[in-house]
């Protein structure tokens, strides 16, 4: 499971895979897998009275699940990546929410979920009642002693403050359960998967009624208040909101030596838009950090400015830090401003920043392509991403999918005149569960004052699992064009293009 409650991180199978494979900007996370867990939880939580799946229930309901509707409320995320680089589409060709799908199961299951949530907020066993959701309103409970009526007032997610007013249609003795969520207990998730660093461990949550502070029981992730009852009798809770720093278990390759920063019941993000640049961006845990609530930004919401660094790896091992600041907006509110760039987990600490690869004229150049399955990116072609096989569903990719046995291209256009002597090109093939093979012949052009001229190669060879490659005579050109004739009755697709040439 995903900090954000999101389930389900293969993009291929909408299925599970290996433990702790958590990939963040490949995850998949479909909107209504997020629906499936909340409702699996609740059902659990009726079945154990365990305040474990509610804890999952809320912070599905406030992140994973959530995220996947505009403030519109007419726009979908089918998956819900919790990493963006801005550039290469994830839901379903594109890079913002959409209105409708092919396949509209996300949409419909959000319209469903979103008006059912004062359904969850309370529950009852017997005489007693458990208030699992802190959410302002009032609701009207049957017991097996009569009628309860509770009002809630709170500003929570934004303020941890909560008061429940009670007024039982008989005065009576029953327990009120009040569930004090895992974030407040020091325990993101009912398992070892996430921690939190530093003093979040710290027990300081209170309950009072009717202004005298309680030593309350706790059980089962409740505070069990258990006493006679009368109407206008008033419960206040206090839980303590402030900005946490999450580690993941270090078997989640994708988090390793990186943080996530919550408050309350919310993860955040950092967006392109409110930072001068994601990449490289380390936040240590523990950095200050100062949450306000902005009225005007996204309908409405807290955001928490913290001081960082700014680090920049090459190749050749050189590194720049300088300090940063940097701000983060609940993940739920992402991608409704500009299209760009997303985080959730940032580095740790400066040598958990990636080393950054030296452009490359591939890499600089623009590239298009006859066509491209809307799933995938043309992108993908030059975004220097090494595959490890062939077969790589990992990393981004350009498929001429759904078009089978046609003649297809990719092409670069180069940010100016370079000489290139030769072509890698990175085949998918997907054989044993996919319907995309290596080509059955390919060839390359050059662009030379404006004409495509075919460059000497002889017959070129096709392999899968490592670069196919044409060297030829060195030729000035500002355009690169790969031609394939893709095998009778299959697609086929690249991950990636290398130029022999000179950096530009
Ligand atoms: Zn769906």
């Keep these: 499971m995903y900090l954000t409650g999101g389930i389900g991180?293969?993009?291929?199978?909408?299925?599970?895979?290996?433990?702790?494979?958590?990939?963040?900007?490949?995850?998949?996370?479909e909107t209504c897998a997020a629906v499936a867990s909340m409702l699996w939880n609740h059902r659990m939580f009726l079945l154990e009275g365990d305040s474990k799946y509610m804890d999952i229930f809320e912070r599905t309901l406030y992140n994973g699940f959530l995220s996947g509707v505009?403030?519109?409320?007419?726009?979908?995320?089918?998956?819900n990546p919790l990493s963006c680089d801005g550039v290469t589409p994830f839901n379903q060709g594109s890079l913002q929410r959409a209105p409708w799908f092919g396949t509209s199961c996300c949409p419909v299951n959000v319209v469903r979920m979103l008006p059912s949530v004062p359904g969850y907020v309370y529950a009852t066993r017997g005489n007693d009642i458990y208030v699992n959701l802190?959410?302002?309103?009032?609701?009207?409970?049957?017991?097996?002693?009569?009628?309860?009526?509770?009002?809630?007032?709170?500003r929570y997610p934004w303020d941890g403050k909560v008061r429940v007013t009670v007024e039982p249609e008989h005065a009576g003795r029953f327990a009120l359960r009040c569930r004090i969520p895992g974030w407040a207990r020091g325990e993101p998730v009912p398992s070892d998967l996430y921690e939190y660093?530093?003093?979040?461990e710290i027990q300081d949550w209170t309950v009072r009624v009717n202004g005298e502070q309680l030593g309350v029981q706790s059980e089962?992730?409740?505070?069990?208040?258990?006493?006679?009852?009368?109407?206008?009798?008033?419960v206040t809770l206090d839980l303590p909101?402030?900005?946490?720093?999450?580690?993941?278990?270090?078997?989640?390759?994708?988090?390793?030596?990186?943080?996530?920063?919550?408050?309350g019941p919310l993860v955040y993000c950092f967006e392109g838009v409110d930072n001068?640049?994601?990449e490289g961006l380390v936040i240590e845990p523990g950095s200050p950090g100062q949450w306000s609530f902005d009225p005007a930004l996204l309908g409405g919401v807290g955001v928490i400015d913290l001081v960082g660094e700014h680090v920049r790896r090459l190749e050749d091992g050189t590194t720049d830090r300088e300090p940063t600041e940097a701000r983060a907006i609940p993940y739920y509110a992402w991608a409704q401003r500009e299209v760009g760039p997303m985080e959730v987990w940032v580095a740790a600490s400066a040598d958990a920043v990636p080393v950054r690869p030296v452009p490359?004229?591939?890499?600089?150049?623009?590239?298009?392509?006859?066509?491209?399955?809307?799933?995938d990116s043309v992108r993908a072609i030059n975004d220097l991403r090494e595959p490890v096989s062939s077969s790589d569903e990992t990393i981004p990719r350009l498929t001429w999918w759904d078009h089978r046995g046609t003649a297809e291209w990719v092409q670069l256009d180069l940010a100016g005149v370079c000489e290139v002597s030769g072509v890698g090109v990175y085949w998918f093939d997907d054989t044993g569960h996919g319907q995309c093979r290596v080509p059955a012949s390919w060839r390359v052009l050059c662009r030379v004052a404006n004409e495509w001229r075919r460059v000497e190669t002889g017959e070129l060879a096709v392999q899968k699992d490592a670069y196919c490659h044409a060297g030829f005579g060195a030729v000035r050109t500002d355009a690169v064009r790969v031609e394939v004739r893709l095998q009778d009755g299959f697609s086929g697709g690249v991950l990636e293009v290398k130029l022999d040439s000179a950096a530009p």
Aim: aromatic share 10%; net charge neutral; proline share 3%.
């Design 276 to 278: 001068r640049a994601l």
């Design 197 to 200: 660093s530093g003093d979040a």
């Design 134 to 154: 802190y959410i302002a309103g009032v609701g009207e409970i049957q017991t097996g002693a009569g009628a309860v009526r509770l009002t809630q007032e709170t």
């Design 241 to 263: 909101m402030r900005t946490n720093f999450v580690r993941a278990n270090p078997r989640v390759g994708a988090d390793r030596n990186r943080v996530a920063i919550e408050r």
């Design 9 to 29: 991180a293969q993009r291929n199978t909408e299925g599970f895979g290996e433990d702790y494979d958590l990939p963040n900007a490949d995850a998949y996370n």
């Design 360 to 375: 490359t004229a591939a890499s600089c150049a623009a590239a298009s392509a006859s066509h491209c399955w809307a799933n």
């Design 220 to 234: 089962r992730g409740y505070a069990v208040i258990d006493r006679e009852w009368k109407a206008g009798d008033a």
């Design 70 to 79: 505009s403030l519109s409320g007419d726009r979908f995320f089918y998956p």
